[in-house]
């Protein structure tokens, strides 16, 4: 029976002077630091059996991706389903002044954060995001898959595998910048699930290091 594995990759730093939330808006690049994580993850991954690259179409994850790519010698796959959650909070400057999030006018949005009310519902990332990682699973039989997405569609996939429910508290979100949270198969069978920090070094010199910390992550938003 092949044994695949599928990692999911987190996207590196973003240049966002205006420390809003940039979701799913158009333009929103890697920092220099972002550009380093993405080479430190194309060297990590030129020792691996590649056989797929994927990438959510936003510019972030195409350019974490394409160092991976290029070492592989493969084109880049770009699938809108390991795109960014929708969130209403787009382009609102949270990670500037988190006491924005407390005004009136958004509490309407607070209403259901179970499913969450501010933004794509959780069980719809879960199915596109299972959707990517079986078409991912059949073309890489036998080898390896990499996928490069978001913080909240990766945790909200790792809560649906591991059996827990995907409403959380996002400070407690396991998906650092460039991360990998790898899922090994035997045929469609899941083995293993790990998490590991490949460009765990260059870390600390990055202005969203820890998951959570900022009031876009303290309502739910990803990156």
Same mark, same amino acid.
């Given at each position: 029976?092949?044994?695949?594995?599928?990692?999911?990759?987190?996207?590196?730093? %973003?240049?966002?002077?205006? @420390?809003?939330?940039?979701?799913r808006r158009p333009g929103y690049h890697l920092s220099e630091l972002g550009f380093?994580?993405?080479?430190? +993850?194309?060297?990590?991954?030129? &020792?691996?059996?590649?056989?797929l690259v994927m990438a959510s179409p936003l510019e972030r994850a195409v350019e974490?991706?394409?160092?991976?790519? $290029?070492?592989?010698? +493969?084109?880049?796959?770009?699938?809108? $389903?390991?795109?960014?959650? &929708?969130?209403?909070?787009?382009? %609102?400057?949270?990670?500037?002044?988190? *006491?924005? /999030?407390?005004?009136?006018?958004? *509490?309407? *949005?607070? %209403?259901?954060?179970?499913?969450?009310?501010?933004?794509?519902?959780?069980?719809?990332?879960?199915? $596109? =995001?299972?959707? @990517?990682?079986?078409?991912? /699973?059949?073309?890489?039989?036998?080898?390896?898959?990499?996928?490069?997405?978001?913080? +909240?569609?990766?945790?909200? =996939? $790792?809560?649906?595998?591991?059996?827990?429910?995907?409403?959380?508290?996002?400070?407690?979100?396991?998906?650092?910048?460039?991360? %990998?949270?790898? /899922?090994?198969?035997?045929?469609?069978?899941?083995?293993?699930?790990?998490? *590991?920090?490949?460009?765990?070094?260059?870390?600390?010199?990055? @202005?969203? =290091?820890?998951?959570?910390?900022?009031?876009?992550?303290?309502?739910?938003?990803?990156?």
């Open positions: 029976m092949d044994i695949t594995t599928v990692h999911l990759v987190r996207h590196g730093e %973003v240049h966002n002077p205006e @420390a809003v939330l940039y979701g380093l994580m993405a080479e430190g +993850l194309g060297e990590e991954f030129a &020792d691996h059996d590649v056989r974490t991706a394409t160092p991976t790519a $290029r070492a592989a010698g +493969l084109e880049i796959v770009k699938d809108a $389903r390991l795109i960014e959650a &929708d969130n209403k909070f787009e382009g %609102v400057p949270v990670n500037k002044n988190r *006491w924005i /999030l407390a005004h009136p006018r958004y *509490w309407s *949005w607070y %209403v259901n954060p179970l499913e969450p009310s501010w933004g794509e519902p959780y069980t719809d990332v879960i199915e $596109r =995001m299972s959707g @990517a990682v079986a078409y991912a /699973l059949d073309q890489a039989s036998g080898g390896e898959a990499v996928l490069f997405s978001h913080q +909240l569609p990766i945790w909200t =996939m $790792r809560r649906f595998v591991e059996g827990k429910p995907p409403a959380h508290d996002p400070r407690k979100r396991e998906c650092s910048l460039a991360s %990998v949270t790898s /899922l090994t198969f035997a045929g469609k069978q899941l083995l293993a699930l790990d998490y *590991w920090e490949p460009v765990g070094y260059l870390l600390d010199e990055a @202005a969203d =290091m820890v998951p959570g910390t900022s009031a876009a992550h303290a309502h739910g938003a990803g990156e």
